[in-house]
């Protein structure tokens, strides 16, 4: 009895409730994908594969072990798009919206959650948040799903056949999930522009930040005379476009003598394009990326590493961590203290963050590169590097090594991706526990720094 009465005091954090919320979503994941029927008709699958794949969906990352074409069927599709909706949109998003049909009043342990799992820093307005979230997510993908279903009558014998394909890339390329139903993800339309800019379009809007496309709904609205756009909407838009620019333009350099030869000009572009905004989060590919060179590789994995922004679909250490380590170490290096930007200064303690966030990812990266090495020996250390980095920043791109992983090096590339899509700051957040305020302070002392 004193030990039920025990159990029954323990509370979790917000941020344990979110990781646990994630957990119960990946085994609610695998059981569907091992229902009767999801596979096709002979096929048979390991269940480290399917633990594997339902790690994959939830994050919304599009590693797979196996071939998503060849493995499962039509009633597989459907359940690997609910997963990627779970995902993508969130858990706590879905619950939230469900719980406002039914006409549930969203108490403020429910906001608690829903400020944790969105990174948010204040109560206020979180429902507002996520009531927009879905609507707009729901639209855009949708409208996706509407053009490119139409347009893939051209490629497809059935309408059908189209409307799958439509629907799974539109879902897939929106909540930046990378799967695929062709078996070579985008490569058959390698040189259809159309496509390649209607799924660059979702994909940025999956993860450019939900905050970000509420703000842009509300200026188009033009109801607010007064409307002015945030500091996150601001900076996180400018690293977005500064990042996406920059990858086109040095996968464009990198290759444009190597497997770029003797394309035309405007093949390369739209090649180099792409796949800069691919490495944002979503992983979906329009060319052998094996082909690259080392440098490309390199590149791209800093460009996954950094991931998407903050509030988004995606993973790795988001791009206003990077903004403020970036203008945090510019202001350093001319004396300033404080960091000012937009006519805004920013918060000390999101400069901590930003130092703390960026430091325990490098330490993740580092960790898991040397266990891979030992669990994965023959494998190239550029590949394993490709992947971790891919995997943490829930892309899904891969050098093609991941079904010829061991089942240890999947089972840390899934910890990474698990990790990637909770976010570093709650997966902070849930080792540590209680946050204890100091009731006392030190004398403060001064150490040699560099």
Known sequence: ????????????????????????????????????GVHRPGVRVDFIDSLFTAVSAVSVTGLTAIDISETYSVFGYVMIILILQLGGIGIMSLGTFVWLISGKKIGLRE???????????????????????????????????????????????????????GIFTSVSATTNAGFDITGES??????????????SFLIVFGAIGFPVLIEVKEFLSNKNKNFRFSLFTKLTTLTYGILLLFGTFMIFLLEMFNSFKGMPWHE???TAFFHSVSTRSAGLTTFDVTLFNEGTHSLMSVLMFIGASPSSVGGGIRTTTFAIAILFL?????????????????????VFRAFAVITVALIMVFTATILLTVTEPDVPITSLIFEITSAFGTCGMTLGITGDLSSVGKVIIMILMFIGRVGLISFLFTLGGKSNKTKYRYPKERVIIG
């Not at 509370?11 to 994908?33: D, R």
């Open 1 to 36: 009895m004193k030990q039920l009465q025990f159990k029954s005091k323990i509370k979790f954090t917000p941020a344990q409730m979110i990781v646990i919320y994630y957990f119960l979503a990946i085994a609610v994941s695998v059981l569907l994908l091992r229902l009767p």
């Open 111 to 165: 906001r608690q959650l829903i400020m944790v799992d969105h990174n948010q820093s204040s109560l206020s307005g979180v429902v507002h948040l996520i009531r927009e979230i879905v609507k707009i997510l729901l639209l855009i993908q949708a409208l996706g799903a509407l053009l490119l279903t139409l347009y893939f009558t051209q490629y497809y014998d059935s309408f059908e056949e189209a409307m799958m394909h």
């Open 186 to 199: 985008l490569a058959a339309y390698h040189n259809d522009y159309f496509i390649q800019i209607i799924t």
């Open 268 to 270: 390369k572009f739209f």
């Open 330 to 350: 510019i202001n350093f290096s001319r004396g300033k203290e404080n960091i000012q930007i937009f006519n805004r200064e920013i918060h000390l303690i999101d």
